[in-house]
């Protein structure tokens, strides 16, 4: 088998790579994948683009502030190790996101709620909102202070202790929700 050497099926109307055996349409053309990209696929596209965008630009500005001094070996390191523990962390929760969601369903009705667990379970609900808007806000306060203080380290640990607490009343909501309904 010298080379790859293609010949016409005149029955099927396609073209077979005799090496590979991939057999591709007779109007085939490099144009038409372009078009025939659905919405969908490509939003997907932009999505790991701006993904790759941030990695490369977040690796760039630590370089750049480690070679003209703005930032000290300890402070690229500890910026370094946030961003390789952080961006798998970002993969994953963007994989994961992608992926859809199936319920079971489930054949024997759910059992009845009766009026005060219903008003105990939304109270609990807008507890837990609340507590996502103090912790939304004093996000900010927190890492304003700890970049002042350069204190890198606390207030990386802080951001993670904030985001893991939204994550979890957010469940927790959700949860809820489920069991109102």
Not at 37 to 52: E, H, Y
Not at 74 to 83: D, H, K, S, V
Not at 136 to 160: K, S
């Amino acid at each position: 088998m010298p080379g790859c050497v293609t010949n016409r099926d005149l029955a099927s109307g396609s073209r077979r790579n005799e090496n590979c055996g991939i057999s591709l349409p007779a109007t085939f053309s490099l144009t038409s994948i372009g078009s025939a990209l659905d919405p969908i696929r490509r939003n997907g596209a932009l999505n790991t683009l701006a993904l790759l965008a941030f990695c490369f630009g977040a690796l760039s500005l630590l370089l750049f502030g480690a070679t003209r001094g703005i930032l000290s070996p300890r402070e690229f390191g500890i910026g370094l190790l946030a961003f390789l523990v952080g961006f798998p962390v970002l993969v994953w929760y963007l994989a994961k996101r992608r992926t859809k969601k199936y319920r079971l369903s489930c054949t024997d009705s759910p059992p009845a709620i009766d009026d005060k667990a219903r008003r105990r379970i939304t109270s609990r609900i807008l507890r837990n909102k609340i507590w996502i808007g103090v912790l939304a806000v004093c996000l900010p306060v927190g890492v304003a202070m700890g970049i002042t203080e350069r204190a890198w380290l606390p207030t990386v640990a802080g951001v993670a202790i904030n985001q893991f607490l939204i994550y979890a009343s957010i469940l927790e909501i959700k949860r809820l929700r489920r069991v109102l309904n």
